[in-house]
């Protein structure tokens, strides 16, 4: 059977970037069924899908929803993602994204699912030398979190080896927006990207936002950094699975637009959404902040015959009607 014509098992499938990718997979017609410890997702996130409640490191749960459910392919985004979190608690990160990984690989590999989509993240390139980053770019995390997402990449290189298992690494860099009709989006609650936190002292005006430097060798003094609508993520898994269904070989992928866009061209893009400014104060750098980093998307197009779809005004916008129905939803 070709894998394509059995079921995607999409850990974490109740969190932000799982949801959306959700939701495309089954407009592309794929029958789904997602695992999540609903510790972060949300229930009513997980749209047209069967959800399990449950642990990616419970190895009997993984198997018994594989067989149940004719698992054949899996997307792995079930992780912890906070980076100063996953300094001052690294056992935390160790245990769910490294080792509750190798869990959740063997539980599949014993069930015949050898196709594997993962989340990793553009940090592990730490701060680049060299704009726009490329695949081949160092290795250089430089937070446990980083880390962690290096660790599983090559961690699914050697199952590569030992197995067969042939995984995609899907290096994301800013996950932005909303869906277009305005059902799902980011939770705010623990986010400390700029979007998201540009969205509550716009919304909120009860706070602030802190622009961490604005006087970096940059046009325009702020930090750069590759925006990526979440639609356009989703679609890069679709895209993935697809790859691994006609016997595409394990690699790693940077999911970028290839522009890259400062603090100030997002709080431009938000106050155009908003339609007033976004009450700002200058705070002194943050320590690590890499000055600019962005992606170079040829490879995608050129092996998944993927490219993004959509830019920084969409994904302001999206975020923005997102946010702003859920503050009026008193969440
Ligand atoms: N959001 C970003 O900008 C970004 C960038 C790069 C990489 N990533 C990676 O993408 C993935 C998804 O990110 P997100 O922003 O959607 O995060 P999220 O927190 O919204 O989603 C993660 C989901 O995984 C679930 N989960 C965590 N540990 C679990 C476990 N042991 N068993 C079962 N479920 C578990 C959580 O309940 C949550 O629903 C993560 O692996 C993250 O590290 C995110």
């Known amino acids: 059977m070709n894998s394509l014509d059995g079921t995607v098992l999409v850990t974490g499938g109740a969190g932000y970037i799982g949801s959306h990718t959700v939701r495309s997979l089954r407009e592309a017609g794929r029958d789904v069924v997602v695992l999540d410890s609903l510790e972060f997702g949300r229930r009513e996130a997980v749209i047209d899908a069967p959800l399990v409640v449950g642990d990616i ?3 009997d749960l993984v198997t018994a929803t594989c067989n149940e459910h004719g698992v054949t392919q899996l997307v792995h985004f079930a992780a912890y993602k906070a980076v100063g979190e996953s300094m001052e608690q690294p056992a935390r990160y160790w245990r769910n994204n490294v080792a509750g990984t190798v869990d959740l690989v063997e539980a599949c ?8 989509v993962f989340s990793s993240s553009c ?6 030398a060299v704009n726009p980053v490329t695949e081949d770019a160092p290795i250089q995390p430089e937070s446990v979190y980083a880390e962690s997402k290096a660790m599983v990449e090559r961690i699914l290189y050697w199952y590569g080896q030992t197995s067969d298992l042939r995984s995609v690494s899907l290096r994301y860099f800013n ?21 998201p936190l540009a969205m509550k002292a716009v919304l909120l005006k009860d706070r602030r936002l802190s622009v961490f430097g604005d006087d970096y060798d940059t046009p325009d003094g702020t930090c750069i950094r590759d925006y990526i609508h979440v639609a356009d993520l989703a ?8 790859y691994l269904a006609a016997g595409g070989a394990t690699t790693a992928v940077n999911v970028g637009t290839g522009i890259g ?5 997002v709080l431009e893009a938000t106050a155009a959404a908003a339609g007033e400014p976004v009450p700002y104060d200058i705070a002194p750098r943050r320590a690590g902040d890499p000055v600019a980093t962005f992606a170079e998307p040829s490879y995608a197009q050129r092996t998944l015959g993927w ?13 923005y009607a997102w946010h702003k129905s859920q503050v009026e939803l008193g969440r």
């Open 307 to 319: 490219s993004a779809q959509y830019g920084l005004t969409e994904i302001v916008d999206t975020a």
């Open 109 to 116: 590999l014993a069930s015949g699912v050898n196709d594997i």
């Open 57 to 59: 490191r419970d190895q």
């Open 175 to 195: 996950a932005a927006g909303a869906s277009f009709d305005g059902r799902i989006g980011e939770d705010w609650t623990h986010s400390q990207n700029l979007i």
């Open 235 to 242: 679609d890069a898994h679709v895209k993935s699975l697809d």
């Open 123 to 128: 940090s592990v390139n730490g701060t680049p």
């Open 261 to 265: 866009s400062s603090v100030y061209d």
